[in-house]
């Protein structure tokens, strides 16, 4: 509704109740929903006063997203973390997956490539999260996955930023490196899940704006 434009820059959004009701969805489910649109530029939530249509919707091809997370970490030590992080978790579960693992990720990455056709924003961010979350909840590794949830909030964000500058043969690709990354885990192969993974990871930075000598 955002993107196409019905609603407009700066418009109030009906009461949460309201918006509920005409979605017909939980109250839980739209507060979570409109978290993740103010998180990734969409809506302004204004505590008092509303929830508006930001005034200035992020452009893929003028404007640079902001990085939200700034004053913690730079967005290059972020993907560099994931970098770290996630190649060696994934390598890790290419030794242990199991037939309901693999089963799970193709799911969510069907889910993310459904979701994109649909131009269905938030709920591809979710699937997107949810399978990188699965690779980590899986790692026979637990220390290195107690790291990745312990600085989720920034590993999600650097998901989330890229989506609004993404066109959709970006996409493609990126949902692309996701089924590879399958392949090499049904395969058992450690080596090729390690290496899908930081391309994955690059390109996904190469999205956000930064490039592969930035992070290498």
């Known amino acids: 509704m955002i993107r196409s434009g019905r609603l407009k820059e700066g418009e109030r959004l009906l009461s949460q109740r309201e918006l509920a009701d005409s979605l017909n969805v939980s109250r839980a489910t739209l507060r979570e929903a409109l978290l ?5 530029g969409f809506i302004t ?9 930001s005034r200035k919707l992020p452009s893929s091809e003028n404007e640079e997203v902001p990085w939200r997370q700034i004053k913690e970490y730079p967005l290059q030590s972020v993907f560099q973390t994931r970098l770290f992080l996630e190649r060696e978790m994934v390598s890790l579960l290419a030794i242990s997956v199991n037939s309901k693992i693999v ?3 193709k799911m969510l990455t069907d889910q993310m490539e459904a979701s994109w056709n649909k131009m269905e924003i938030v709920s591809h961010i979710e699937a997107d999260i949810a ?10 590794n637990q220390m290195l996955a ?8 920034q590993m999600w964000e650097t998901q989330r930023q890229p989506v ?5 043969e970006e996409m493609r690709i990126s949902i692309i490196g996701h089924r590879t990354l399958i392949d090499a885990l049904q395969a058992g192969n450690p080596a090729a ?8 990871i690059l390109y996904t930075a190469e999205c956000a704006g930064l490039s592969k000598e930035q992070l290498l």
């Open 103 to 105: 089963a799970e990720l």
């Open 45 to 53: 939530i204004e505590p008092g006063s509303g929830t508006f249509v």
């Open 164 to 168: 609004l500058r993404a066109e959709s």
């Open 146 to 153: 107690s790291l990745y949830r312990h600085f989720k909030d």
């Open 36 to 40: 993740l649109l103010e998180n990734i």
């Open 131 to 140: 399978f990188h979350e699965c690779i980590a909840n899986n790692c026979p």
């Open 193 to 200: 899940a390690r290496e899908s993974m930081k391309e994955h």
